[in-house]
């Protein structure tokens, strides 16, 4: 089991900054792969990026040049640093882990003011 807790989400204007995080804990050996999803209202869930055990970073299109996932494997956190903000980044960021089969985190909210 892997158990996974986000922080970081928040009210920001458009053009602000956010920096979302995602601890793991449990038995977080083998984890292959960590990211984020993100729901909008109304929408359905879209994947924003994620990041490898073997260090490959990926990005959806509308989030590249603004977003950086990172992690710190001291701390088994990942993290995601949003920039340049925009209203229809509004959504639940929700954090997952990839260990055979998928965990989420319990979501945090960004929303983007115009």
């Known amino acids: 089991q892997v158990q996974l807790v986000e922080s970081g989400g928040g009210l920001v204007q458009t053009g602000g900054s956010l920096r979302l995080s995602c601890a793991a804990s449990g038995s977080i050996f083998s984890i292959n792969v960590m990211g984020w999803y993100r729901q909008a209202p109304g929408k359905q869930r879209e994947w924003v990026a994620r990041?490898?055990?073997?260090?490959?970073?990926y990005y959806v299109d509308s989030v590249k040049g603004r977003f950086t996932i990172s992690r710190d494997n001291a701390k088994n956190t990942v993290y995601l640093q949003m920039n340049s903000l925009k209203p229809e980044d509004t959504a639940i960021y929700y954090c997952y882990a990839i260990q055979n089969i998928p965990y989420w985190g319990q979501g945090t909210q960004v929303t983007v003011s115009s």
């Open positions: 990041i490898t055990s073997g260090g490959g970073i």
